[in-house]
């Protein structure tokens, strides 16, 4: 079996847009397959740095239009059916908080990085980590040529001698401060008031710290090495490393944004409830039953639940909008979550951008009701989200797609900073100062030491 980590950068090389959609947990049923591709033309990336100059979402519509399907004519049935809905063509990328834009959500912001940007998958390793096989996905020549340089290379491995990128931790670490506790508090009690108002039922409120890149990690290897560090101590079904020319994004993601199938079955499953993990067994089981139990949290919950059935029920059949699992406690490297499944049948007119659009942002990422609690947090937090927040992962030119929140994420700006954010959901019976520790524990999870200050 080839190992994607390092795939990478002999796949990637020094291309300006290259992806790893990373399993890096590859135990969990919500990502068997990993993909692992480059970008040999950068002028056929679509990349939106406005959504209000121009729409994502069409423009992405059009290109899958045109977008020809992989289809592996050398596999039996019973794997071309299993493989439908994966990446048979298409593209990878994501959409930023600020695409909503071009949704009829209007916001004051803008990011430092594009709104919207996605990569064709042309040239791709395909990884099913289940049956241990490898597909290469291009042009004839390149699959020639890669297969041999990926045979040479798992061979070079077995040697002690041998240096790959990702082999090693980064030279240097990621010193975050806090973000400053008072305006976060502040925030909150604000967020509060509007709840007591009736303006909204419930808001996360994020934060953001940035820190410059130290010059020994201020490079496409030492870069690459700080992901490898990041998804050893914080694996994630939904981990995912992306060139985009001038920024990088370095996600540990464990949460589903939207699965949609090639026959058109649709699937998110939104994060409300966060505790951390204890060494101790006996206070881990603690703390993932006081998770499960405690009211304030799953009112949490339970909103988002509500706000995801409406979004799905605009674009699915009647009477197909279903939750099979009702805040189910799931266990990541450093944390316990609260996660809900929602799931139904799309109508036959709806496409996967279509159900990914009538879905965001997240609301997770939002609170409810939707419109006016984005209005809430564009005033309380005066910033953009950038990525943060967005949407990740790939639309198949088959018509399937899966979607990340992108939370647990270190975003490489233009400038050389690095940025991380978190949050929290704000709702009646918050404690200000417990959503504080919990918006913190979240910003640790994303990377060994940080914050810390």
Partial sequence: MVNPQLAFPLIAGDSSYAFWLDSARPESPMSRFSYVGVVPNPAQVLRVEEAGEQNPWELLSEAL?????????DVSVEVRNHLVSELLGGYVGYFGYESRRALGFSTSYSAETPDALWMPAVR????????????????????????????????????????????????????????????????????????????????CMTAETRTSLPREINSPRGIFDLYCAQRQHNSAPYAAFLKCEDHWVLSSSPERYLTVSAAGRAETKPIKGTVERAADPLEDLRAATWLREDPKTRAENLMIVDLLRNDLSMVSEPGTVKVPVLMGVESYSTVHQLVSTISSLLRPEVSAVDAAAACFPGGSMTGAPKPSTMEIIDRLEQRARGIYSGSLGFFSASGAANLSIVIRTLVVLPSGEVSLSAGGAIVADSDPDAEYEEMLAKLRAALPGVPTS
């Fill in 124 to 203: 791709y390793l395909m990884l099913d980590h289940i049956v241990q096989r490898a597909y290469l996905v291009g042009d004839s020549e390149w699959i020639e040529t890669t297969a041999q340089a990926l045979a040479e290379i798992a061979e070079q491995s077995s040697s002690e001698n041998e240096t790959s990128w990702g082999d090693t931790q980064p030279q240097a670490g990621l010193h975050f401060a806090d973000p400053d506790r008072a305006e976060y508090l502040t925030a909150i009690e604000d967020s509060l008031h509007e709840i007591y108002e009736g303006n909204t039922y419930e808001v």
């Fill in 65 to 73: 239009a045109s977008a020809p399907q992989v289809d592996f004519e």
